[in-house]
């Protein structure tokens, strides 16, 4: 029976994969990566040889259905991203949709994601959250803010380190600038830093540290006083 596999790949430390990971990359008829290059490097690594397809979301609109297609007559095709796990805040939900509409069963493996760590080491609530990922870059960008300021739950964000400034003094216009946030950067790397403390002064932080690297921010939960 045909499958597509989702493998999650290291978001930063190369022992991150998961044993299974690897030998589903050895079993795999080819291989769906977001960059082939980063995805080459990888397999490399792990003395891995499979062919390596282009599938990112510059393309994948295009392609989505002819690849589901093509995977329906497979034995089992991998996608990966260049770090994480697929869907989640990168390229996958379309090629899973596509290929459950053609009966492709459709397995994801449990592995590396970025925001799961950042919570978990944040210090704020993580029983109840929401995961939101990239907000918007311009339209419907403060409307979402307050949207989810009033769901009363601990918020997980991504945002790139030319943006994470902006996306904080947004944060203090919204919550306040006492409101507690965490900036989580570099998860997994030999960088990894989190900053803690009230929005102002996580934002104050990286105007003497310039911001590097990929961000989590954990935004506590909004309570009206």
Excluded at 3 to 32: M, Q, S
Excluded at 196 to 222: N, T
């Amino acid at each position: 029976m045909p499958k597509l596999v989702l493998i999650p790949t290291p978001i930063g430390n190369l022992e991150d994969i998961t044993l299974r990971a690897i030998n589903t990359l050895k079993e795999v008829d080819f291989l769906l990566a977001e960059d082939t290059r980063v995805s080459g490097k990888l397999l490399k690594h792990l003395n891995i040889s499979k062919p390596i397809r282009s599938y990112h979301s510059a393309n994948e609109h295009k392609v989505v259905e002819r690849l589901a297609e093509e995977i329906s007559t497979k034995n089992l095709v991998g996608l990966v991203t260049d770090a994480g796990t697929p869907a989640i805040s990168d390229p996958g939900f379309l090629l899973v949709r596509e290929c459950l509409k053609l009966d492709v069963e459709v397995e994801c493996l449990p592995g590396a994601t970025a925001f799961v760590p950042a919570l978990a080491a944040s210090g704020l609530a993580s029983e109840s959250f929401v995961f939101e990922g990239f907000l918007p870059h311009k339209k419907g960008r403060h409307k979402k803010l307050s949207q989810l300021k009033s769901i009363g739950k601990t918020i997980v964000l991504y945002e790139s380190p030319y943006r994470v400034q902006k996306l904080l003094t947004e944060l203090e216009e919204h919550f306040g600038e006492v409101h507690e946030v965490v900036a989580a950067r570099e998860i997994s790397k030999l960088f990894e830093e989190f900053v803690r403390g009230p929005v102002k002064e996580v934002k104050q932080h990286f105007e003497e540290h310039p911001p590097k690297g990929e961000f989590v921010v954990i935004v506590a939960p909004f309570v009206e006083q």
